[in-house]
């Protein structure tokens, strides 16, 4: 699987390093906003295609028009007007379904929003939290409000203001909040328990063993007794309170996202099925293959073929 740097998304989309905002140093991130149809235009109606893959920038769109997006497992359809936020942590493809379809999107390094201009942390917001399949249908009129705020940030970037990119940030944060609206109430308040807080620590600690980036990256908690221990919490407490909080038990929500982490390796790399079983932590590839099977009633090979 590649990881897709801004540079080399602006290469992807035909035009280089011309597409590399003026004026915005390194310090500040790097910030842009393209319209699909005319990205097509001046690319002779022809856009590069983008393989499904991790992203090393962050993207915000707003889709008009019949279309599908891919995230590991789940494949989601697209009637007519949609919101999709995407972050490096999780890899996505997306394509139309319909020859009238446009979309305008912005994208952003990690530096253009952070903590000392916003007061926000983008990987610590609902919106971007760890399992979450951040896409949302709209209606109408929410699409078209939605549309004025990329107008602004367009109109603002081609502009000379001296604190347009501050101006821009405000606009970006004014879409993450919109999204996060979006969002069930239990994601963006949740309640502050000592279970809910055990469980929202033994998430986190999951994510951290992910992605898996190479052959030779191995997760180093397997089990739900590693997570119990790094936790300082009985592995049977830990149980209770992530039954109590996700239906599950603590193996698991790690065999789930094991086996999603492995669907991904085996469609997206040419690992053997070896190296992905080492990387996930098994010992022997014939474990792994139990493992897989169990999960997915296929064995890795019938799946990735």
Known sequence: MEFLTLEEFYQSIGNGSSLVPEGISKELGQFNVFDTNE???????????????????????????????EYADKVIEIEQYALLFATPKVPYNYTSEDEDHNAVFCVFSSDFINKSNTGFVLDELPIFSPGSVPIFELSESEFQYLETVFSKMRKEQASDYAFKYDLIRNYVMELVHLGQKLQPASILYPKHTASERVSS?????????????SNRQRIGLRTA????????????????????????????????????EAKILLKQTNWTVSEIAYCLGFEEVAHFSNFFRKHTQITPNSFRN
């Not at 620590?201 to 980036?213: G, T």
């Not at 119990?228 to 592995?235: C, E, G, K, W």
């Open 39 to 69: 990205l097509i235009a001046q690319n002779n109606g022809k856009i590069g295609k983008m393989p499904y893959n991790r992203r090393l920038y962050y993207k915000i769109s707003l889709i008009k028009g019949k279309s599908q997006a």
């Open 201 to 213: 620590l033994f998430v986190e600690l999951l994510e951290r063993q992910f992605p898996i980036e």
């Open 225 to 260: 007794k590693d997570y119990a221990d790094r936790l300082a919490v009985h592995v049977n407490h830990l149980n209770k309170v992530l039954k109590e909080n996700t239906g599950r038990t603590t193996t698991e929500v790690i065999g789930n996202r094991i086996t999603q």
